[in-house]
């Protein structure tokens, strides 16, 4: 444990005086600023502010930590070559980059709401869940890097794979499931779509902010099923569990991958 | 100090290491020589426990090397290629490596002040030349005073000053006692270093010996002039 806190303690370092972490962080500022200042009421910023997080943060997560970790591929080796074991370096590498990733977002998208005076207006529980939800997909995407990375050595076919995938799950995916509604638009659906949303951890992070907005009746008959599943407890418990299973099933198969790889 | 037996490694259809039995005597210098892809980088890579899967073993001292690493601390690394966090100092990567070894035994700084690094040591690891990178690689593998030494292409990127510099290092290391393990092409650097070589061929020991035994046996004269014949002889086995 000692070694993986230091390890991520001066990756830490490294990246917080990055430009592209530091971009990031802006991005993000400006954007929510913007929205605050010009996109009318607290509600309506936090969900156009929701749209561009869900957009936003699986690409950026993606790329980012698979060109960073391309990157320290040599340093990663002489990093090994030390006392440590593979593990404790796994661990420190993904918390280094996840925890700069995560806080910077969240500081960047909560700070404009607390200049604003927002927070007061907006719905209570709302921009934690923003937040929360932001940072849960940033620990999900950064494992996903991880294991593109430890499985593929060639870095522009990992780096085309990392983006692929955003692609599925960010696009692709919801085109699927529109698809399926509308073939199987006469046949009671829901659990199938309900089962279909626990599959992505995109759509399940949307679902799980828009039914907290109060919107959930735009979605119609679909949203109001949706609504009752997820606010019972147990479709609360479901939804907790399916986003710890999608952070804790990437970061199992990043570390089995990394500490199967030939350096 | 090291032993290799048997040790083999595929890298898909391709064989890196092919049966490779070898051992590394303590308190000498041992080349270790070969045309590119003869699985030197391999080799030295399977002793520090980066290759994963492989058959045959790797012995330290005596014991398997394994996950555990404790055995690494006895062990100072110079990779081929030196490439650090961009934004760290050289100061900051020195000071990683020491809480990660705990290393509470006193360093040896020898080098920094030989090299005159120390303006360079508080600037980002980006700014600095590649020169100037390999010689703070140099430096870490030095560092911890470690029993033994795995040099991987040592002087590649140093001007002739700093390579006379380390290879002084090298042999005051060597009279104190310490092993080192080197790779390089410059065969003319192995000559005025080397006291053992391994000549690897397609991953598999041509030959492993002391230097006069390789120069007597291909009836050379120097060692660059044995291990182009044992190279040519190589190519055409």
Do not use: C
């Not at chain 1, 592209?20 to 969900?47: C, H, N, P, Q």
């Not at chain 2, 064989?15 to 303590?26: G, N, V, W």
Request: hydrophobic content about 50%.
């Amino acid at each position: 444990m000692r070694e993986t806190a230091k390890i991520a303690g001066y990756q830490l370092r490294d990246i917080a005086r990055s430009r592209w972490l530091f971009g990031y962080v802006l991005f993000f500022l400006l954007v929510t600023d913007a929205l605050l200042r010009f996109g009318g009421g607290g509600e309506k910023a936090l969900l156009s502010l929701m749209n561009v997080v869900l957009f936003v943060i699986p690409l950026v997560t993606l790329v980012f930590s698979t060109v960073y970790l391309y990157n320290a591929r040599e340093f990663i080796e002489l990093l090994l070559a030390q006392p440590i074991r593979r593990h404790q370096l796994f661990g420190g590498l993904y918390l280094g980059l996840v925890i700069p990733l995560s806080v910077g977002f969240a500081a960047a998208v909560g700070l404009p709401f607390v200049f604003h005076r927002a927070v007061a207006t907006s719905q209570p529980g709302t921009i934690p869940s923003l937040l929360l939800v932001g940072m849960i997909l940033t620990f999900i995407f950064t494992a996903i890097a991880f294991f593109i990375v430890s499985r593929s050595e060639d870095r522009l076919k990992g780096l085309g794979i990392a983006i692929a995938t955003w692609l599925l799950f960010g696009i692709l995916y919801d085109g699927l499931v529109l698809l399926f509604l509308a073939i199987f638009a006469d046949h009671p659906i829901e659990r199938p779509v309900l089962g279909l949303m626990l599959l992505n951890p995109i759509d399940l992070a949307r679902v799980a902010l828009l039914l907290q907005f109060d919107v959930s009746a735009l979605l119609g008959y679909t949203g109001a099923v949706l609504r009752k599943f997820f606010e019972t407890t147990t479709g609360l418990a479901i939804t907790i569990s399916a986003l710890v299973f999608w952070i804790m099933g990437p970061v199992a198969l990043g570390l089995r991958a990394f500490q199967r790889k030939d350096f | 100090m090291i032993s290799a037996r048997q040790v083999s490694k595929h890298f898909g259809r391709l064989s890196a290491l092919d049966a490779l039995t070898l051992d590394i005597a303590r308190t000498r210098i041992t080349a270790i020589v070969g045309p590119n892809g003869a699985g030197k980088t391999t080799f030295v890579k399977t002793i520090l426990g980066l290759t994963r899967t492989y058959s045959g073993s790797i012995e330290f001292d005596g014991a398997r090397v394994d996950d555990d690493g404790k055995y690494r601390s006895r062990i100072g690394y110079m990779p081929q290629m030196a490439r650090f966090p961009e934004n760290l100092t050289a100061a900051e990567l020195f000071a990683m490596l020491r809480d990660l070894r705990h290393a509470d035994t006193p360093i040896d700084e020898d080098l920094i002040s030989e090299f005159r690094l120390s303006t360079e040591l508080r600037k980002p690891l980006r700014t600095l030349s590649g020169g100037t990178r390999q010689k703070v690689n140099a430096v870490m593998a030095f560092l911890f005073k470690p029993d033994l030494f795995i040099l991987d292409e040592p002087t590649a990127g140093l001007d002739p000053i700093a390579s006379g510099i380390l290879k002084d290092k090298i042999r005051s290391e060597r009279s104190a006692g310490k092993t080192f393990i080197l790779t390089s092409h410059i065969i003319s650097e192995l000559e005025e270093l080397a006291e053992d070589v391994a000549f690897l061929h397609e991953g598999r020991v041509g030959f492993s010996g002391p230097v006069s035994e390789l120069i007597r046996t291909t009836r050379q004269e120097t060692l660059e002039q044995a291990i182009a014949q044992m190279m040519k002889r190589g190519v055409a086995a």
